[in-house]
């Protein structure tokens, strides 16, 4: 795999002054000041990369696309987005892989109906994606996605309940197997997610509350919302109880 002989420490200095430098516009509030929160950061990001490094699957598979762009029609839209990792492991098995740095460990039941992921294997199969400098059919056939949870690599910096010190967290990847007729399921699938999104009704997707950055404004969630259900509970909750004294009644 390429890169695996990067300096990391100047690679990442490099890649966050280029950030910082390109997003002068977004103010930043510092937790303890810029110096210390940087350090502190960079000492994130080095332990998190040398496990990335020294991960003997990552060292063993091909990457064979990296931040790659696709394109995909489906019923007259078109569809596109940004692939992190399509790579062949040492047993010529395609996986297409979704790097997360969130703090919680996704679930690998959640990850089978996926959508964006589904999608991702689904552009590949039937897309397009761009590459040297143009779009081109990829027709590959994924058998597995997965989600590289890049905090695995966090090492315990003390003896704990789940695992000793000097110890990383576990494993990074969380892997489903992609079976062809998957795809054709999440086809079907897509002209429904289409329709909801294209409609002008709410859908709150409420296993995504917990990480959403709206939920303070959002309706779905607020107590507004809530009062306004348990009002509706009240003027139902007498009727059904009349109802069930009658049925007792007879
Ligand atoms: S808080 Fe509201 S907007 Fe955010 S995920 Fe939940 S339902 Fe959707």
């Keep these: 795999m390429e890169g695996f002989d990067l300096d990391l420490e100047l690679t990442y200095t490099q890649a966050l002054q280029e950030v910082l430098g390109i997003e002068l516009q977004i103010p930043i509030r510092w937790k303890k000041g810029a110096e210390e929160d940087l350090a502190s950061m960079q000492s994130h990001a ?9 991960y003997n699957q990552n060292q063993a598979a091909t990457v064979l696309y990296s931040e790659t762009k696709f394109r995909v029609r489906f019923k007259g839209m078109l569809l596109t987005g940004t692939i992190d990792q399509v790579r062949r492991n040492v047993d010529h098995t395609l996986e297409l892989i979704d790097f997360k740095s969130g703090v919680q460990r996704p679930s690998k039941h959640a990850l089978k109906r996926d959508w964006q992921l589904n999608l991702y294997a689904y552009a590949l199969r039937y897309g397009e994606i761009f590459t040297g400098g143009s779009w081109v059919r990829s027709r590959l056939r994924v058998h597995r996605t997965s989600i590289y949870f890049l905090r695995a690599h966090e090492i315990y910096k003390r003896d704990g309940k789940y695992g000793k010190k000097g110890e990383e967290k576990g494993c990074p990847l969380i892997s ?4 062809s ?3 054709w399921q999440f086809r079907e699938e897509l002209g429904n997610i289409i329709k909801m999104i294209t409609k002008d009704w709410a859908f709150p997707n409420n296993s995504a509350c917990g990480y959403c950055a709206y939920r303070d404004k959002c309706d779905d969630r607020s107590a507004v919302h809530l009062v306004h259900q348990y009002a509706n509970l009240h003027q139902v909750l007498p009727e059904v109880e009349l109802e069930s004294q009658k049925g007792k009644q007879v």
């Design 46 to 54: 080095l332990e998190v990369l040398n496990g990335y490094v020294n």
């Design 176 to 179: 489903v197997e992609k079976p």
């Design 181 to 183: 007729w998957e795809l």
